[in-house]
């Protein structure tokens, strides 16, 4: 019984730590593996490093996306896609 009582704020502890962090980023990168496979030609996108263009072509496992001009097209890992925006 006493180790019950003296576990119990390290257990109370992980639970807290469980539903504050854990649970909260899980959720955050399911949506963002649903936001990259829900990718579609003509999407304006940001990558991780910040690049700002529009999906040009989307293959398996890349992400062909357009900048300001017409022939400037940088390739890129669909896993770099951080958001699409509205």
Same mark, same amino acid.
């Given at each position: 019984? =006493?180790?019950?009582?003296? *576990? ?5 502890? %992980?639970?807290? %730590?469980? %539903?504050?962090? +854990?649970?909260?980023? $899980?959720?955050?990168?399911? $949506?963002? !593996?649903?936001? $990259?496979? =829900? *990718? !579609?030609?003509?999407? /304006?996108? +940001?990558?991780?490093?910040? %690049? #700002?263009?529009?999906? #040009?072509?989307? =293959? /398996?496992? &890349?992400?062909? +996306? $357009?900048?300001?001009? /017409?022939?400037? !097209? *940088?390739?890129? =890992?669909? &896993?770099? +896609?951080? /958001?699409?925006?509205?």
């Amino acid at each position: 019984m =006493d180790m019950l009582i003296s *576990l119990s704020p390290i257990i109370l502890m %992980f639970v807290i %730590f469980y %539903f504050l962090l +854990i649970r909260p980023q $899980q959720k955050r990168q399911k $949506q963002v !593996k649903q936001m $990259q496979t =829900d *990718l !579609k030609k003509g999407d /304006e996108v +940001i990558t991780i490093g910040g %690049f #700002h263009g529009v999906v #040009h072509a989307i =293959d /398996e496992n &890349t992400v062909v +996306i $357009q900048a300001a001009g /017409e022939n400037t !097209k *940088l390739t890129y =890992d669909r &896993t770099a +896609i951080r /958001e699409v925006k509205s």
